[in-house]
Each structure stands twice: as C-alpha cells, then as structure tokens.
C-alpha cells in the first residue's frame, strides 16, 4: 500500500507530498519540489503528522517555510493514508495569510473571516424574499492587493449547482438554512463563461444590532484543482484495484505469481499467488524477510536460491531459474522463476519486479515423457533386433524353399521318365500286346496303370507349384471360349460324380465372350475347384458350376452343399499340402494341393480366388478374372452388372 501511495503522489500533476507517521518524507513529487525551492527540506514535521491525523482527511493543515528570510504558508490536506505513510496534496497559501493578516488589523469583521484559513473572503445578506447579495474579497496573488466584488442572487440556487450534491453538502445547506455555522462545505458553481470550479467554504452567521439574522460571513477557498485530484486520484484507485482483480483473476487462471522488491528499503510485496505456493497465509508471513522464505526452499536449493537473491539486490539480471519448495503438508513444488531490474534515470537499481509459475505438473510430465522415450527406444532397439532376426529367418526361409522347389523340380522330372514307363509298359499289359492273359493280370495291369497316373498327376502338380513359387512358370495365352472349355472338363467329371452319387449343374452359357487365358491353367483350376466339390460332397449333393461377367470382370464359380469348414480354418486350406478336416463326412483323400494350384493359377492371370464356407452347408469359391482379359466379338458393355450387346 505504500508503494502504492508514492507511485499515485509521482504520478500527480498537483504538488504532493508523501510523510511516514514519524514525519519523515518519503515522497516529494516534482510539482511540490519545484514550487518549494530550497525551502524544500522545511516541509516535512512530525508534527504535521499529528495534526492531521486528528484534523482527518480533507482538512487542511497549515506549514510555514523560510526562503529568504521571507515566510511562505502552505496548506496541506491529507488525502489519503496508509499503515506506514500518509498522502497530502499541498497548497500555498502565502498571499491569503497576508491578506489576511492584513485584514485583521483593520476590521473584526476581516479577523472573522480570516480565522477560516482562505483565500477569498465572502460575506452574504439575505432579504426577506429569499434573494440577496454575495460580497466577495479575493486577495491577489501578484500584490496581494484586495479585489473585491459584489452579486445579487437567489440562495442557494444560483450558487450551488445542484448537479453535484451528496449527503454531506445536503446536510451542511441545511445548517446554513436553519441560520448555524458551517465549515468546510464543499460545492461545486458554474461561472458565467461555462466553466465548472469547486470551492470550500466555512461561515458563520451574523446578526444586526437587534440581534436579526441578516447573513453570513466566511471564507472560502477553489479547491477545484484538489477535487479534480482527488478525482483522478480514486479513478485511478479504482483502476489499480480493477487491474489487480484482473491480474489476480489472470494469475490464478494461469498458475502465476508475482512479486516486487524494492532495492533501496528492501521492502517485498507478494501476489495472491505466491501465498498459494508457499502454502501459507499472507497474514503469517513477511516476504521481505529471506530467512523465512529460505527455511521454506528445499534444502538442496537453498546455496543456489541465496546466490541468486544477492544477485538480484546487487542489480544483476539473473537468467530464468527454477527452485523447489517444501509446502507445510510436506508436498515439494518446482517454481520457476524470472526477474528484471528496474533502475531510476541514472541506471542505479531500484526495483526487481518478476513471475514464479508452478511447473510441478509439466516437469512431472517431461520426466514421465522421457522415461516413455526411453523405454521406446529400448523398445525400438530390441524391435530392430528383432528385426534383424526376423530378417534373418525370412532370408533362411525363402533359401529352404527356394531349395525345395528346385529339389521338388528335380525330383519330378527324375520320376517322370521312369513313371511314363511303367504307364506305357501297364498299357501294353492290360491290352494283351505280348500275348494273351488271364483277366486277373489284365486287371493287375489296369491297376498299374491307374497308379501310374495318379501318381503322375501329383509329380505334375508339384512341378507346377514349385515353378510357381520359383517365379518360372510362364502362360500360354490365347482366346478361349468358357463355354467350349467347360465342357471338356465335364465330361471328364461325371464319372466321377456319378460314382460319388453327386449331382453335376453347370450353368455357362454359349453367348458368354471369349477370354484371354492359359487354356490349360484354366482348365485346371476348374477341375481342381469342382473336384474338391465332388470329393467333399456327400451322395446326393450337388455342385454347381456356373460362370458370367459382372463389374469386377469374368467371374467363375464353383457352390457345392457338402460338408463346409469353418470360416477360421479357410487359410489353411490354401497352404500346399495341408488339408482341412471336415469331420466325419469326408470319404475321399487328396494331395493338398488343388486349392493352392488353382489360386496361384488365378493370381497368375492377373485374377483372385475366394472361399466362402460354413459347416454342414456347403462351401463356395469364385475365381475372378480382369475385365481386361475378356474378349468381346461385338460392342459389349456392362450396364449394372450384366452383359449387354450392341452390333457393331
């Protein structure tokens, strides 16, 4: 608050002057000193103090200096007061005491008026109509010579403007109306020419010779630069507390504190804030005292935050620096704090002004973020070596293959030669070119020949696959028709088929277009697809093959209702040599190896293979070949999904 009361006394415009309550000065701003001279050090007394402290706020106290050998009065009216200090806004009044004193000696009716302390004298007469007359005696402050002037007007309404009325001016009229004294009446009147002055007046009541009240006499001072003073001095109060409310608001929202230390007194003011983080109340505590605030800094910090307060009272700038706090419930807290130094014209610091925020929660969140960061990167290492490692085995991986199919291609054309023998030699067997024989070895030779090709259809079948995944397997492309090629591959089904008691659909119509395809990859995928069909299919069941073109391009597809397999074991049925279970309908063998040829078979097409499946319902595949490999004859486009045909 003292702070406060020297920052408004600099800022004012009027002479004003700052005392401490044992008479000191504190504060003389550049108004007053430059009105006083060098009479400057004689205004400030202890007994000052006293007086006005028992006068109260707004009554003026009269000093007196000696310049020269010359005596100049002041008036000083206190204006507002603290714990520590008081503010009073200085007037001198050397012409209206020698004016008066001059006015004493010759009149009691001037040493009436002179003992109110003013500048301007006034006396009032009154009629019985309510009107009356305003003398006025103003002593000039160049000569000191009295100028005096007479008004006629109607009390109080063409004096007191009723425009600035409080209860106080309400209730002293009402003094002067019931004929009593009155001082120190505060009012505010227009002037002809518009403008607006203030005065203080005192009087006190006059009687003629019969003892009739005719009027008054008194004194009366313009305090209109003191009003208007005082005026900016409570808007300006009322803008610092509205500031500070703001401030505090904006501190509290932002987790912020502030301080201010005076450099010359040592004297510490602390925000709201900086309570909070202390955790104490304002009331128990003395910021300006650094052994309480040390006994409260962690003990770890305490060297540093010591250095860094003697650098601050030296006027060093210290950099932003961050210390911890040991609150009175045992919770540590990080405070980071930033000053600056304000020094006065000459460079000498004056005051260190700064911040303290509570970053607790964010080195909390930088610690735990760094730990993360730490553990991912221990993470990403031991990921990367897994990597490595992975790598590694993948590498490994694709060798083993890549050896195997290479073995598998050996191998197979090492047992084809010798296998087409025995297929050759069972023939000629089975069909008596040596000689003839009995049914029973006709048979034997039937038998071998029947093993003979199966057993050259599975060396096939892994020569395919191993070309495939080897990436050596090339396609002989050509225009098929779909129609043609599905009826060769019917009629090597149905005996197979009616064997199995399985009903064979086939539903791929003539007018379907030509396609641009490996006849014989195309045809064994469709064997491949409809005989795992007929294989899984119970007797009495059907499979159902059916083809046409749509959006994505030319589909094929293959529906049986057998046994199925549940939708989670539909990958392994695409891995080579591996084949589902599906349970106890299952009366046929295979390799493993129809599934994985036929989609490899589309995949090399440039196409897709997808199954579709459920226990005990059936199970659907469908193959789909680009549209760009399909081949129209005439001009045909697909509207919604089917075919249509324009003649050229």
Request: hydrophobic share 40%; aromatic share 6%.
């Amino acid at each position: 608050m003292a702070r406060d009361i020297a920052a408004l006394a600099q800022s004012l415009l009027v002479p004003a002057l700052v005392l401490g309550r044992d008479g000191n000065p504190l504060v003389l701003n550049s108004a007053l000193a430059q009105l006083l001279g060098d009479a400057r050090d004689q205004i400030a007394r202890p007994e000052i103090v006293q007086q006005a402290l028992s006068a109260g706020i707004g009554v003026p106290v009269e000093v007196v200096v000696t310049e020269g050998g010359a005596d100049r009065y002041f008036s000083l009216t206190l204006a507002r007061q603290s714990r520590r200090s008081l503010l009073f806004i200085a007037t001198e009044i050397t012409a209206l005491r020698q004016t008066m004193n001059s006015l004493s000696e010759t009149s009691k009716r001037y040493l009436d008026m002179a003992t109110a302390g003013s500048d301007t004298l006034h006396e009032s007469e009154f009629w019985e109509d309510g009107r009356g007359v305003l003398r006025i005696w103003q002593a000039r402050r160049a000569n000191g010579e009295i100028e005096s002037r007479e008004m006629t007007a109607n009390w109080p309404d063409d004096i007191v403007d009723s425009s600035y009325m409080t209860e106080d001016i309400a209730a002293k009229l009402q003094l002067l109306r019931e004929h009593k004294p009155c001082r120190d009446l505060v009012y505010k009147f227009r002037r002809k020419d518009g403008r607006e002055h203030y005065v203080r007046a005192s009087a006190v009541p006059f009687t003629d010779r019969e003892g009739h009240f005719k009027g008054y006499r008194g004194i009366s001072i313009d305090v209109t630069k003191q009003v208007l003073a005082e005026r900016a001095l409570s808007e300006s109060e009322a803008r610092l507390a509205r500031n500070e409310r703001h401030l505090a608001r904006a501190q509290r929202v932002s987790g912020t504190g502030s301080f201010e230390r005076d450099l010359v007194t040592g004297a510490v003011a602390w925000s709201e804030g900086m309570y909070e983080f202390f955790g104490i109340e304002p009331s128990a505590f003395d910021p300006s005292q650094t052994d309480d605030i040390m006994a409260r800094v962690h003990k770890d910090d305490r060297e540093e935050f010591a250095n860094y307060v003697a650098n601050v009272r030296a006027g060093k700038v210290p950099p932003p620096y961050e210390f911890r706090v040991v609150k009175p419930d045992g919770r540590v807290v990080i405070l980071a704090h930033d000053t600056e130094i304000i020094r006065d014209q000459a460079g000498k610091p004056v005051r260190s002004v700064g911040i303290v925020k509570d970053v607790t929660e964010m080195r909390t969140r930088i610690a735990e973020l760094e730990a993360a960061r730490t553990q991912l990167e221990r993470q990403g290492e031991a990921l990367s070596a897994a990597a490595r490692q992975l790598a590694l085995a993948r590498d490994a991986a694709e060798d083993a293959n890549r050896a195997k199919s290479a073995f598998l291609a050996h191998m197979s054309h090492e047992l084809r030669t010798p296998l087409n023998a025995i297929i050759g030699f069972a023939e000629m067997i089975s069909g008596g070119y040596g000689g003839p024989l009995s049914d029973r070895y006709k048979g034997y030779g039937a038998d071998i020949h029947a093993s003979g090709m199966h057993l050259l259809n599975l060396i096939s079948q892994i020569l395919d696959l191993s070309k495939v995944e080897a990436g050596r397997m090339e396609l002989d492309e050509r225009e098929i028709c779909p129609h043609t090629v599905a009826g060769d591959c019917l009629r090597l089904l149905e005996g197979t088929a009616a064997v199995a008691g399985v009903a064979l659909e086939v539903e791929i119509p003539p007018s379907l277009p030509g396609l641009k395809a490996d006849e014989v990859k195309f045809k064994q995928i469709l064997l491949n697809l409809a005989s795992n069909a007929i294989k899984f299919t119970p007797a009495g069941g059907t499979v159902h093959i059916s083809a046409w073109v749509a959006e994505p391009g030319f589909v094929l597809q293959v529906r049986d209702t057998g046994a199925g397999m549940h939708p989670d074991h539909i990958p392994q049925a695409f891995e080579p040599f591996r084949q589902v279970d599906p349970g106890k309908r299952r009366h046929a063998q295979g390799t493993g190896l129809g599934l994985p040829i036929a989609k490899a078979f589309a995949e090399l097409h440039g196409g897709s293979l997808a199954i579709e499946s459920e226990l005990e319902r059936g199970t659907t595949v469908t193959v789909i070949f680009p549209s760009e490999r399909i081949l129209f004859r005439h001009s045909r486009t697909l509207d919604g999904g089917q075919l249509s045909e324009k003649a050229l």
